[in-house]
């Protein structure tokens, strides 16, 4: 069955850096779009950055230059390098995968999750 498995968060200082990994199994990882999503205490799932299976990236305003979207199809993995940290950008990170339809920075608009890793930036 599909596995998404995210690791890499932790606690940083503002200004700080840190990646994230997704290592996905169970399906064809290069024949579709992926996203990170984040979830803050008490705010809606929002999708931060989409790499579709072409390679190209979107990226939301909030980390647009400061966060970078990749993946290396040889070893079924998905990256998050998240530089410049803010306290803003505190929440539980969601890999996603298996991009359907519609708006790509909505939830409902994939197949699967991985189970999160939670990011803390402390001002």
């Known amino acids: 069955q599909v596995q998404l498995v995210e690791s890499g968060g932790g606690s940083v200082q503002a200004g700080g850096s840190l990646r994230l990994s997704c290592a996905a199994s169970g399906y064809t990882f290069s024949r579709y779009s992926m996203a990170w999503f984040r979830q803050a205490p008490g705010k809606e799932r929002e999708g931060v950055a989409v790499?579709?299976?072409?390679?190209?990236?979107y990226y939301v305003n909030s980390v647009k230059g400061r966060f970078t979207i990749s993946k290396d199809n040889a070893k079924n993995t998905l990256y998050l390098q998240m530089n410049s940290l803010k306290p803003e950008d505190t929440a539980m990170y969601y890999c996603a995968a298996a991009y359907r339809s519609g708006d790509r920075y909505n939830p409902s608009a994939y197949a699967y999750w991985g189970q999160g890793t939670q990011v803390t930036v402390a001002s």
């Open positions: 790499i579709d299976n072409g390679g190209s990236t």
